[in-house]
């Protein structure tokens, strides 16, 4: 994630209904906002949205909820299907939210603001603060896009964020004691590291690859050189997994360089050639490439305390509730979620209950390339260089020197690039 402060995105428009509903895959009919507050899909993750159903993020019924505390807020309903939105990223998307005037506007966004400081950012959360993706549009009484904005960071940020958007609706708001936490949370969310699984992760890795180097060098002592190289590479990948865990950590690539060169110096470096390509696989190469992959699709998801649609019953996902009837859904306990046999007796009412949600059908749309996959280790392994991209590394004058496919081709990269 990046270090940066996050900063709002105003997005272009001609100011229109039809526009917003063209740019947001939504019927423009069914954008008259009546209530305060419309709770909008976000169809436009897919290249080709399904006319069949809205796609709504996992975020929705708990942002519904949020807002009904001060405004009357509705969930956007054209006749089509909703099915919940899948996005593998370690990003929190939220839906987009349409206000009927400044009013509504200045409200909900201090709702908001609310609900991700309680839910992600105050201590008792006991949780690390995720990135966030929100955005937001107001129309006015006449039915015209007044502002729409989108923002993403993390989530103390964000927070502080969006209540400064409400309080500048309201000029002369003071700003509260809440509000100047959220600011000292943002400052020392930048300054923590990142979450402690992810730290743990990559000390495991430099672990392991601290080991293989030193019976490498071992080996090579012994004159094991086949051995010896197998197994300093082996640790070059390892120090890479260091790096996908944890990005913003710089010593963790320039350490991945520092090995390189040991091995570029020792081994030499040659790029592979199969299936017609030459294919860049070095660690070392690799650790350039920022993102990794996260599978995009739909789900229909069930309550596990109703049985009723997930984004429509009464339940909120993370709440506990009492009396909840014991039974199985889609072959699934509702109590404790086990798939086999469990100790709970099937018709009898048990307390403390936590509501999840159950998928009973997927379609998985695509698989996208994102900056912030929910596995880092989801990352690319290898990409290819064809001819003409080998042609546009080397100068004219040595291009005839090499015959594609036969022509061995050195990388030296850790030779003139220290990682930072």
Same mark, same amino acid.
Request: proline share 5%; with cysteine.
């Given at each position: 994630?990046?270090?940066?402060?996050?900063?709002?995105?105003?997005?272009?428009?001609?100011?229109?209904?039809?526009?917003?509903?063209?740019?947001?895959?939504?019927?423009?009919?069914?954008?008259?906002?009546?209530?305060?507050?419309?709770?909008?899909?976000?169809?436009?993750?897919?290249?080709?949205?399904?006319?069949?159903?809205?796609?709504?993020?996992?975020?929705?019924?708990?942002?519904?909820?949020?807002?009904?505390?001060?405004?009357?807020?509705?969930?956007?309903?054209?006749?089509?299907?909703?099915?919940?939105?899948?996005?593998?990223?370690?990003?929190?998307?939220?839906?987009?939210?349409?206000?009927?005037?400044?009013?509504? $506007?200045?409200?909900? $966004?201090?709702?908001?603001?609310?609900?991700?400081?309680?839910?992600?950012?105050?201590?008792?959360?006991?949780?690390?603060?995720?990135?966030?993706?929100?955005?937001?549009?107001?129309?006015?009484?006449?039915?015209?896009?007044?502002?729409?904005?989108?923002?993403?960071?993390?989530?103390?940020?964000?927070?502080?964020?969006?209540?400064?958007?409400?309080?500048?609706?309201?000029?002369?708001?003071?700003?509260?004691?809440?509000?100047?936490?959220?600011?000292?949370?943002?400052?020392?969310?930048?300054?923590?590291?990142?979450?402690?699984?992810?730290?743990?992760?990559?000390?495991?890795?430099?672990?392991?690859?601290?080991?293989?180097?030193?019976?490498?060098?071992?080996?090579?002592?012994?004159?094991?050189?086949?051995?010896?190289?197998?197994?300093?590479?082996?640790?070059?990948?390892?120090?890479?997994?260091?790096?996908?865990?944890?990005?913003?950590?710089?010593?963790?690539?320039?350490?991945?360089?520092?090995?390189?060169?040991?091995?570029?110096?020792?081994?030499?470096?040659?790029?592979?050639?199969?299936?017609?390509?030459?294919?860049?696989?070095?660690?070392?190469?690799?650790?350039?490439?920022?993102?990794?992959?996260?599978?995009?699709?739909?789900?229909?998801?069930?309550?596990?305390?109703?049985?009723?649609?997930?984004?429509?019953?009464?339940?909120?996902?993370?709440?506990?509730?009492?009396?909840?009837?014991?039974?199985?859904?889609?072959?699934?306990?509702?109590?404790?979620?086990?798939?086999?046999?469990?100790?709970?007796?099937?018709?009898?009412?048990?307390?403390?209950?936590?509501?999840?949600?159950?998928?009973?059908?997927?379609?998985?749309?695509?698989?996208?390339?994102?900056?912030?996959?929910?596995?880092?280790?989801?990352?690319?392994?290898?990409?290819?260089?064809?001819?003409?991209? $080998?042609?546009?590394?080397?100068?004219?004058?040595?291009?005839?020197?090499?015959?594609?496919?036969?022509?061995?081709?050195?990388?030296?990269?850790?030779?003139?690039?220290?990682?930072?």
């Amino acid at each position: 994630m990046s270090k940066e402060s996050a900063q709002w995105t105003d997005i272009p428009n001609d100011g229109s209904l039809e526009f917003f509903a063209r740019e947001t895959g939504l019927d423009p009919t069914a954008l008259r906002v009546e209530a305060d507050a419309l709770v909008l899909p976000q169809n436009r993750f897919f290249h080709e949205t399904s006319g069949d159903y809205n796609l709504l993020p996992a975020s929705t019924k708990e942002v519904l909820v949020a807002l009904q505390d001060g405004v009357q807020v509705e969930l956007y309903s054209d006749g089509r299907r909703r099915r919940e939105l899948i996005l593998k990223s370690a990003d929190i998307i939220l839906p987009i939210l349409l206000f009927l005037g400044t009013a509504a $506007l200045n409200v909900g $966004l201090n709702l908001l603001s609310d609900w991700i400081y309680d839910r992600w950012t105050k201590p008792e959360a006991n949780q690390e603060p995720p990135t966030i993706r929100a955005e937001y549009a107001s129309v006015t009484q006449q039915g015209m896009i007044a502002r729409w904005r989108r923002v993403r960071g993390p989530a103390p940020e964000i927070a502080r964020l969006l209540a400064e958007e409400a309080r500048l609706l309201q000029t002369g708001t003071p700003v509260e004691a809440r509000e100047k936490h959220l600011q000292q949370e943002t400052q020392d969310s930048k300054e923590q590291p990142r979450d402690s699984y992810c730290a743990n992760q990559a000390e495991a890795a430099l672990a392991v690859a601290h080991e293989l180097i030193r019976e490498a060098e071992r080996l090579l002592k012994d004159e094991e050189t086949a051995i010896a190289e197998r197994l300093f590479r082996r640790s070059l990948s390892k120090i890479r997994e260091a790096v996908l865990w944890e990005p913003e950590v710089s010593s963790h690539r320039k350490y991945l360089h520092v090995v390189g060169r040991r091995v570029h110096d020792t081994f030499e470096c040659q790029l592979e050639f199969r299936d017609g390509m030459y294919w860049v696989t070095c660690p070392v190469m690799l650790s350039h490439t920022r993102g990794g992959f996260s599978v995009g699709g739909s789900s229909k998801t069930i309550c596990s305390i109703c049985g009723e649609d997930v984004l429509t019953c009464p339940h909120v996902k993370r709440r506990t509730y009492d009396q909840v009837v014991a039974r199985r859904i889609s072959g699934v306990c509702n109590i404790c979620g086990a798939e086999d046999e469990c100790g709970h007796e099937e018709g009898h009412a048990y307390d403390g209950v936590q509501a999840y949600g159950i998928v009973t059908e997927i379609d998985v749309d695509h698989v996208a390339f994102v900056p912030n996959p929910a596995n880092p280790l989801c990352a690319v392994y290898s990409y290819s260089v064809s001819k003409s991209d $080998l042609e546009e590394m080397i100068s004219e004058g040595e291009r005839h020197q090499i015959v594609y496919g036969e022509t061995p081709i050195y990388c030296h990269h850790c030779s003139v690039c220290d990682g930072a």
